[in-house]
């Protein structure tokens, strides 16, 4: 079991930025591939972010390439999503996942999840 705790959310003009920390325990958390999701309120949970097991390799939604920059420290057991130029289409609440296979988009293969964050950008 891993457990995930996401801190960091708040409120920020359009333009600001945040970083969103994910804190796990349990299992050995370098064995996680970790994403990043979002839900908008009344839309489905989206994909954000991912980042492999090393931190070698990791992907984006292209809505948030070259601003949003995912990141692992596997000493300190924690996973970031450093959120620059931030938009008002960019509230949501966000949540961290983890998966002990190869990281992919589809919500539905994470099996673990932390309670989310909210991430509110103000015009």
């Known amino acids: 079991q891993v457990q995930l705790v996401e801190s960091g959310g708040g409120l920020v003009q359009a333009g600001g930025s945040l970083r969103l920390s994910c804190a796990a325990s349990?299992?050995?958390?370098?064995?996680?591939?970790m994403g990043w999701f979002r839900r908008a309120p009344g839309q489905e949970r989206e994909f954000v972010a991912r980042i492999s097991r090393s931190g070698s390799t990791t992907y984006y939604t292209d809505s948030v390439k070259g601003r949003f920059t995912i990141s692992r420290d596997n000493a300190k057991n924690t996973v970031y999503l450093q959120m620059n130029s931030l938009k008002p289409e960019d509230t949501a609440v966000y949540y961290c996942a983890g998966r002990g296979m190869i990281g992919t988009a589809n919500p539905l293969d994470y099996h673990y999840w932390g309670q989310g964050t909210q991430v509110t950008v103000s015009p």
């Open positions: 349990g299992r050995t958390f370098s064995s996680y591939a």
